[in-house]
């Protein structure tokens, strides 16, 4: 079988990177040549943002484990707003304010139900702050919503300059580019590559 070379397999994709070669001082290219040699590897934000803060060329940038431990942490961080059971302590602290209130207003104790109905408030206004309309428990906001921010600002902006010297290559660029807390660069040719390389460990008749 003869061998296929990049160039004839994947024409923009050797061309891509000769454009973000020549565009390296960019972070936004820095960015994706990280992305293209680890394709179809989710790397976080955060951990770009971090790259892109030392200003070390792609080719200082650490490897791709430190990348994982990055998205690792940062899913840790997200916590939820309250515990499961600090919610049912709350709600039955605020049924009791209800009935408290109930009970002095019938015996026309209006210290005590002006109490009752306070302290009921700001349970309740508790309760919404760490819980959805629908119950489910909030969580704190993202701590890598700063560094999204600025790769997402990055990234944008070589896609422009791209679009306006390239438009093939950022058209190329954009439908393989998965943009979220997570950018990936997705690259069948590489999967099926990873694919083969491993294929030796399957037995053939199962």
């Given at each position: ?17 000769t ?6 001082h ?5 960015i ?13 934000v ?5 790259q892109?803060y ?27 707003m ?8 709350v709600k ?8 408290d209130?109930?009970?002095?207003y ?8 002006e ?8 349970l ?15 969580r ?28 093939d ?10 943009r ?27």
């Open positions: 079988m003869p061998i296929v070379s990049e160039a004839q397999s994947d024409p923009l994709r050797k061309e891509l990177k454009w973000l070669e020549n565009h390296k960019l972070n936004g290219a820095a994706l040549q990280y992305l293209m040699k680890h394709a179809n590897q989710p790397v976080h955060s951990f770009i943002d971090r892109i030392r200003r070390r060329p792609v080719e200082r940038w650490e490897e791709y484990s430190e990348a994982c431990v990055h998205g690792l942490i940062c899913t840790f961080e997200e916590a939820q309250a515990d499961p059971q600090t919610v049912e302590e039955e602290l605020h049924k009791q304010a209800l009935l209130f109930q009970a002095c019938a015996i026309n104790d209006q210290y005590g139900a109490k009752a109905i306070l302290k009921a408030r700001q309740n206004a508790y309760l919404k702050e760490v819980r959805t309309p629908s119950g489910a428990l909030k704190f906001p993202p701590p890598w919503t700063a560094a999204s921010h600025m790769v997402n600002k990055n990234m944008s902006y070589v896609l422009r300059k791209m679009q306006a010297d390239r438009p290559l950022a058209a190329y660029a954009k439908k393989r580019l998965t979220g807390k997570a950018f990936k660069w997705s690259d069948p040719e590489e999967e099926d590559a990873r694919y083969s390389a491993n294929a030796h460990w399957y037995p053939v008749n199962r």
